[in-house]
T-cell receptor
């Protein structure tokens, strides 16, 4: 698998349900970040978790990081139709020199 | 809230033509980046720029590509002779100095090469 692989590739849930997306990576990292992209639009930064952190919260978002398994998860609780977007994890192996993005998870939240 | 801006939002060009994509990073940021995203694919790193020079570039960033910071605010990506496969969304990003590692992305320029 490539650095920053998300799964599932697509996820469809009902409004109010929780959505969980996973990301796996291969090399060591300094931090991992999650971004959101609405169709055809730019990338919006959601949350950053550092390599020495295990869990982080921001509003309805909860991110976990397991460096031993080289994986991260993004949980969106109580999803809304407006959460419909693609979600990407980006790993930072080189102190901000460049990000390595995964292919993303396309989330559809149905009203 | 400050944000990265990019112009134009869309550009259509003929194969072989030169294009310049423009970005205005967030004003107190010192690190600048270009990424591209071919339709339906992942975001790919092209180049990073700091202190008026390229600090890192990917294999995609070949001799057809160049970047410049012509003044105190703009950051440009030039493609000298566009190819069909250059059609993509191009994102500019910027980052503050120091331990702030988050890169803030612009809305992108959609480039279509015919």
């Amino acid at each position: 698998s490539q650095q920053g692989e998300e799964d599932p590739q697509a996820l469809s849930i009902q409004e109010g349900e929780n959505a969980t997306m996973n990301c796996s990576y291969k090399t060591s990292i300094n931090n991992l970040q999650w971004y959101r992209q609405n169709s055809g639009r730019g990338l919006v930064h959601l949350i950053l978790i550092r390599s020495n952190e295990r869990e982080k919260h921001s509003g309805r978002l909860r991110v976990t990081l397991d460096t031993s398994k080289k994986s991260s998860s993004l949980l969106i609780t109580a999803s809304r139709a407006a959460d419909t977007a693609s979600y990407f994890c980006a790993t930072d192996p080189n102190y901000g020199q460049n990000f390595v993005f995964g292919p993303g998870t396309r989330l559809s939240v149905l009203p | 809230e400050p944000e990265v801006t990019q112009t134009p939002s869309h550009q259509v060009t003929q194969m072989g033509q030169e294009v310049i994509l423009r970005c205005v990073p967030i004003s107190n940021h010192l690190y600048f980046y270009w990424y591209r995203q071919i339709l339906g694919q992942k975001v790919e790193f092209l180049v990073s720029f700091y202190n008026n020079e390229i600090s890192e570039k990917s294999e995609i960033f070949d001799d057809q590509f160049s970047v410049e910071r012509p003044d105190g605010s703009n950051f440009t990506l030039k493609i000298r002779s566009t190819k069909l496969e250059d059609s993509a969304m191009y994102f500019c990003a910027s980052r503050r100095q120091g331990s702030e590692e988050t890169q803030y992305f612009g809305p992108g320029t959609r480039l279509l090469v015919l």
